[in-house]
């Protein structure tokens, strides 16, 4: 059974950083591309970052290109999502998930996913 499980979430003010995990179990994690995504209020989840399976390529849409680094240890099953000079716009849930696709934006490409972890950045 696969687990995705992100924790790192919580209140933070504008300027702010926050590190968010995923802790994946019940898959080959190196296997699998890995992906961050968010989903405000009213909505679309949206792509905010990937990265290959063994780590050395990652992809960012340009509204948080500079901002947000996606990293990950293999070693021990886990995904990060470095988020730098945070903004009320940030202000999501953030969610991690698993894929086959190298690299994909697309929500329905992806195979598992975690509950979601929340962040707020206030003004």
């Known amino acids: 059974q696969v687990q995705l499980v992100e924790s790192g979430g919580g209140l933070v003010q504008a300027g702010g950083s926050l590190r968010l995990s995923c802790a994946a179990s019940?898959?080959?994690?190196?296997?699998?591309?890995m992906g961050w995504f968010r989903q405000a209020p009213g909505k679309e989840r949206e792509f905010v970052a990937g990265?290959?399976?063994?780590?050395?390529?990652?992809s960012y849409p340009d509204f948080v290109k500079g901002r947000f680094t996606i990293s990950r240890d293999n070693a021990k099953n886990t995904v990060y999502l470095q988020m730098n000079s945070l903004k009320p716009e940030d202000t999501a849930v953030y969610y991690c998930?698993?894929?086959?696709?190298?690299?994909?934006?697309?929500?329905?490409?992806?195979?598992?996913w975690g509950m979601g972890t929340q962040v707020t950045v206030s003004s």
């Open positions: 998930a698993a894929t086959r696709k190298f690299l994909s934006p697309r929500v329905y490409e992806y195979e598992y």
């Open positions: 990265i290959s399976g063994a780590g050395g390529s990652t």
């Open positions: 019940g898959l080959t994690f190196s296997s699998y591309p």
